[in-house]
Structures are given as C-alpha cells and as structure tokens.
C-alpha cells in the first residue's frame, strides 16, 4: 500500500533552517509529482511546494519563495522541503502529499515550530 512517512521537524529559531524528508513506499514514486503542504494552527491547509515527477519543474507558495527548496531522490524514494531564513508564520504541521492513480495520499505530518 501506499505510504508517504515525513520527519525532520522540530522547534528551531527565527532565522534558522531545517530539512524535512519524506519518504515514499508502494508505489512506483519517479512516476508521480509530489508536493509540501503545510497546515497552520486554526488556518486550511495550505500548498508550500510543488515538484515534477523527474525535478525539472518545482514551484512554491508566494510566502516561501527564495527561502525554501522542494527536491527529490527518485533512487531512494525520497522527497525534501530544505526551509531556510525560517520565520514565526512558518510555524505549522507540514505534510507530504502525492497524488497516485487518481487518489490522494497523505503522510502523517511532522510539525516545524519556529521561536521568535
């Protein structure tokens, strides 16, 4: 079955960085695009990033240009969000999500707290 598993959150300073990964098993992960999402205390969830299924294409939310980078490992099955020059309104559950044979999947989200 399908299985997204994120880690790498954590509490870290204004200004700081963090690497999130998620890694994918069950399906055939060089076949499908994937995103970051992010979801906010009392706020919707919200798309961070977007990667294509090869990496050639990336994009991101108008509130983390310049400052986040998605990227993949195709051979390990594995995808990044490194989040640089973190800010307060960072602070929220992050999730990995892919879209696979029409249907949705979502990891259990690993939560970033950044402290003022």
């Known amino acids: 079955q399908v299985q997204l598993v994120e880690s790498g959150g954590g509490l870290v300073q204004f200004g700081g960085s963090l690497r999130l990964s998620c890694a994918a098993s069950?399906?055939?992960?060089?076949?499908?695009?994937m995103n970051w999402y992010r979801q906010a205390p009392g706020k919707e969830r919200e798309l961070v990033a977007s990667?294509?299924?090869?990496?050639?294409?990336?994009t991101y939310g108008d509130s983390v240009k310049g400052r986040f980078t998605i990227s993949r490992d195709n051979g390990a099955r594995t995808l990044y969000l490194q989040m640089n020059s973190l800010k307060p309104t960072d602070t929220a559950v992050y999730y990995c999500?892919?879209?696979?044979?029409?249907?949705?999947?979502w990891g259990q989200g690993t939560p970033v707290t950044v402290a003022s």
């Open positions: 990667i294509s299924r090869l990496g050639t294409t990336t």
């Open positions: 999500q892919g879209r696979v044979n029409g249907i949705d999947y």
């Open positions: 069950g399906f055939t992960f060089s076949n499908y695009g």
